[in-house]
């Protein structure tokens, strides 16, 4: 939730997140949902979020019914999927949110580690990406470092 995390089998609202671990049981990423309005449509993501850079180090289109040839670049073009591959989400000095807001510029226009570079018409498409990361990292981020030190290391199995 906005002020918490909570197990998944414990009931109420929210935001799923998925955690990663690797052998050793060391969080190594994690992994939620972001959704907005595109052209056409709602256009869901999930993406990776790395407590270690603080950044967005990936993401996967999981719906998106905007202009076939266009707004799907978002799933394929190489060069719009490489914002994502160390997109800054600093938490500002109080901790309590993003020190940038997630922003999408015009293309070739990117300067900023926070800034995502458009496609070339597809910017409605672009934008939706940014709108929707933005709003879920400035809630989600803040948490997660919080309550990083119980997330460090995988739940134990039960016997």
Not at 123 to 135: E, F, M, Q, W
Request: charged share 20%; with cysteine.
């Amino acid at each position: 939730t906005a002020d918490q995390l909570r197990p998944l089998d414990s009931g109420g609202g929210g935001v799923i997140v998925h955690t990663g671990y690797d052998r050793d049981g060391k969080l190594v990423g994690i992994a939620a949902e972001a959704a907005t309005r595109g052209y056409q449509d709602m256009i869901r993501l999930l993406y990776a979020y790395s407590p270690d850079c603080e950044c967005i180090s990936a993401i996967h289109v999981l719906r998106n019914n905007d202009t076939p040839g266009i707004g799907d670049k978002i799933a394929t073009d190489p060069a719009f999927l490489a914002n994502f591959r160390s997109l800054a989400v600093r938490l500002n000095a109080e901790r309590s949110a993003l020190a940038h807001a997630i922003v999408t510029v015009k293309h070739g226009k990117k300067v900023e580690a926070w800034e995502i570079d458009a496609i070339s018409g597809a910017t409605v498409t672009s934008r939706a990406v940014g709108k929707a990361l933005n709003d879920s990292a400035q809630v989600l981020v803040p948490v997660v470092q919080r309550r990083l030190t119980v997330l460090t290391r995988a739940p134990q199995e039960a016997p």
